[in-house]
C-alpha cells in the first residue's frame, strides 16, 4: 500500500512538472554616461535574482540579463513575458537599472530606492540575473532582494552594496561604503583602508 502510494505521488508531481513551462530570454545593452561629470554612478536594483559586476575596460556600461519566466501553461508564461521588464535609463551623470512587474512600484526619491507593493496576484514566477561591467571611476550601488547574491569583483569606484536574503561578496575593492544584508553572509577584501565612514551589517549570517 504504501509503495503504491508514493508511485501515484511521483507519478503526480512528474506530470504536474512536464506540464510547466519555461521561457528564457537573454538582454545585452551597452549604455553610456551622456556628460563629463567625474561623479558617475551606476544604480542597478533587482527583485529576484543575483547582480554581478566586473571591471569595463571601456567607459561605457555592458549590461547582460537573463530573464526566467515559468507558469502552469504557455499563457501564463505570455503574459509574464509581457510583464516582467528590465529598464535601463541614462540620467546625464547616472545610469539607473532595474526589474519592472506589476506587483511592485518603483521609485527613488533623493538617489534612494523605494518600493510599494500592488495587490495584483502574478501567476507565473520569474527571475532575472544580471552581469554588469562598469568603468572603475563609477561609483557601484548594486542591490538585489530575493534568489541571489550580490557579487562585485576589482571594482577601483566607491561601492554601496545590499541584499535581503542572500549574500553579498566584494572582492578586490578599493572604497566600500556600504555592505547590508538581512539573511546571509558578507564577505569583503579590500586593497586599502576606507577614506570615508563604512557600514557593514548582516542579522542572519557572518562578516569576514
Known sequence: MYKYFT???LTSVSISNALAQTHVETINRTLTFTNDSKAFVVFAENI???VEV????SEEVKLEAEIEISGEN????????????IISKVLKDTILIYVECPAINYYRHDRKRRFSFN???I????KVDIKLKIPSKAMADISTINDGDVIINKHD?????????GNITISEANQVLKAITVNGDIDITCKQVPEEEVK??????DIR
Open 7 to 9: 508511485w501515484i505521488l
Open 48 to 50: 529576484n535574482g543575483f
Open 54 to 57: 566586473s571591471p569595463s575596460n
Open 74 to 85: 504557455q499563457k501564463i508564461v505570455d503574459q509574464g513575458k509581457e510583464e516582467v521588464k
Open 119 to 121: 495587490s495584483v496576484d
Open 123 to 126: 501567476d507565473y514566477d520569474f
Open 157 to 165: 569606484g566607491k561601492i554601496k552594496a545590499s541584499n535581503v536574503n
Open 200 to 205: 557593514f551589517k548582516t542579522i542572519n549570517g
